[in-house]
């Protein structure tokens, strides 16, 4: 298969459409993690993706009957645009099927490259499944986001790029969603320099591939996190597992944090801005250099995309900081005296700077207060402050990685409520659409009451809520039975610490 890929990268004709993307050295990550960095910058392709090449290489293979008919594709944004550009560029109709919580920006780009927009589902699978029904009503071919010999082929040019931008590498970082990507660079690499590493990169919360290789075989996710949308697919292509069996070297994940920090990092050497699909790589490469100590490798990292809704980077800015193990969090219990912020305050000394301080009175004797401290030294300096915190009597709970933590808490905290009974705590993934919310209320019993709610948008194409109900003890199966019917993505945070310390109703 290896083979077949590579011949078929020699001949795909991706530069009708596609550009030849510069290999740049990126001089401030380098000197950081002690290791000559390349950003294979494939944001700057013209639609702003790499998924142009596979998306051009399989139209180009289409028969003369087959152009006649049209093409259908189903995405939320990066391989519909690389569609849409390819099929103008060659005369064929395109109709794209895209979720209804797909943002705005990316249906309209997708417009405007001459696609016709189906907006069909809530999430991929039920575009995908529509795109299914009407390429068989209509007679259209389908074209796939990676599961593809040609597609792949067309991914497979990156590489034969940086073996011609520079010297052989020691490792290639690729992030993997589908497959098809790691697929194309990794079948032309170890034929071409088999001694050079191949490295893909996943979500924590998104990783097919990275279970599909320890299982041997496709394992499917049964949730997918939708942060990094690019690469939020729950099973990955058959034919990428099957090279990616032989030709990638290793999996590394990261969390969400992680994936912030590293479009931050891009940012900085290069006044871009990658999606979090894009920076993926550039997240796994850290994470591998710190955990395996290595230095003075040659390394490149796939930029696979900037298709960044703006109104996302509020949030990744506001998780940076603790991605780059530059903020701490911490829920620290002090006493409810005069004076004690100034002595917590002084305690930190005038080197740490205090990012955020919420507090309410809660009783006479002692307060718990939710606290961000500036940790420059990264993990060692936040494990130094907490022992140093502790020796002097504090009690604290580090909450830098609980997520309810850092997408509710930290805008809501306010005291605890008295009088509410039976209160059930859950976070929620809903879609992005008019009408998401009152789905929710209309199917929910009116014997359980809402006690609390947070909601704050995120610009992505799910929202993120805390919602606190009260449900007699008699009758959490049936609530439970209710959200499972709801449809979804949710998680019970009743044991989190954040919400004991902060937000749990008084006895």
Request: contains cysteine; negative net charge; hydrophobic residues 40%.
């Amino acid at each position: 298969m290896p083979e077949t890929i590579l011949r078929r990268v020699l001949k795909a004709p991706v530069y009708d459409v596609a550009e030849q993307t510069p290999l740049e050295k990126a001089p401030l990550i380098s000197r950081r993690v002690r290791n000559t960095i390349w950003l294979k910058r494939e944001d700057l392709q013209p639609v702003f993706s790499f998924k142009l090449r596979g998306a051009y290489n399989r139209l180009y293979h289409l028969t003369d009957e087959e152009k006649k008919r049209g093409v259908i594709a189903a995405s939320a944004g990066n391989h519909a645009q690389g569609v849409a550009l390819s099929a103008t560029k060659m005369g064929i109709k395109a109709t794209i099927v895209m979720p209804r919580t797909t943002p705005m920006i990316k249906v309209n780009a997708v417009r405007n490259l001459g696609g016709e927009v189906v907006l069909h589902g809530d999430a991929y699978d039920q575009a995908a499944a529509h795109a299914k029904t009407l390429c068989e009503e209509n007679s259209y071919t389908y074209i796939p986001p990676y599961d593809d010999v040609d597609v792949i082929a067309g991914q497979g040019t990156i590489a034969l790029e940086m073996l011609r931008q520079s010297k052989p590498f020691d490792v290639i970082f690729v992030p993997v969603g589908g497959g098809g990507l790691i697929a194309g660079i990794s079948a032309v690499i170890k034929q071409v320099s088999p001694e050079t590493r191949v490295v893909g990169v996943e979500p924590e919360d998104a990783a097919c591939m990275t279970e599909a290789l320890k299982a041997q075989e496709r394992i499917k996710l049964k949730s997918v996190g939708i942060f990094a949308d690019g690469v939020a697919v729950a099973q990955v292509g058959e034919i990428p597992f099957r090279i990616a069996q032989t030709c990638v070297d290793e999996m590394v994940t990261v969390k969400t944090d992680e994936i912030c920090a590293a479009v931050k990092d891009i940012f900085e050497d290069t006044r871009a801005i990658a999606e979090p699909a894009g920076a993926l790589a550039l997240a796994g490469m850290k994470k591998f250099v710190e955990e395996k100590g290595v230095a003075d490798l040659n390394m490149a990292v796939i930029v696979s995309g900037a298709n960044m809704n703006f109104d996302g980077l509020r949030y990744i800015s506001e998780r940076t900081e603790i991605g780059e193990k530059r903020e701490a969090i911490f829920a620290v219990t002090i006493d409810e005296k005069p004076g004690s912020f100034k002595r917590f305050c002084e305690l930190l000394g005038d080197r740490r700077a205090i990012t955020e301080f919420n507090y309410r009175y809660s009783n006479r004797q002692k307060a718990v207060v939710f606290v961000g401290v500036r940790t420059e030294g990264g993990t060692a300096e936040k494990e130094a402050l907490i022992k140093q915190l502790r020796q002097c009597d504090y009690e604290l709970e580090d909450l830098s990685d609980d997520e309810m933590a850092k997408l509710h808490l930290r805008f809501m905290v306010g005291g605890h409520a008295k009088g509410v009974e039976n209160e059930l705590l859950y976070r929620f993934q809903f879609p992005e659409r008019p009408g998401a919310l009152l789905q929710f209320l209309i199917q929910m019993s009116e014997e359980w009451n809402i006690s609390l709610f947070h909601y704050r948008n995120h610009g992505a194409a799910y929202g993120r809520v805390l919602v606190g109900v009260q449900v007699p003890s008699a009758q959490k199966a049936a609530f439970e039975t209710y959200l499972d019917n709801l449809g979804y993505r949710y998680f019970s945070e009743q044991d989190n610490i954040g919400y004991q310390l902060f937000l749990k109703p008084l006895e």
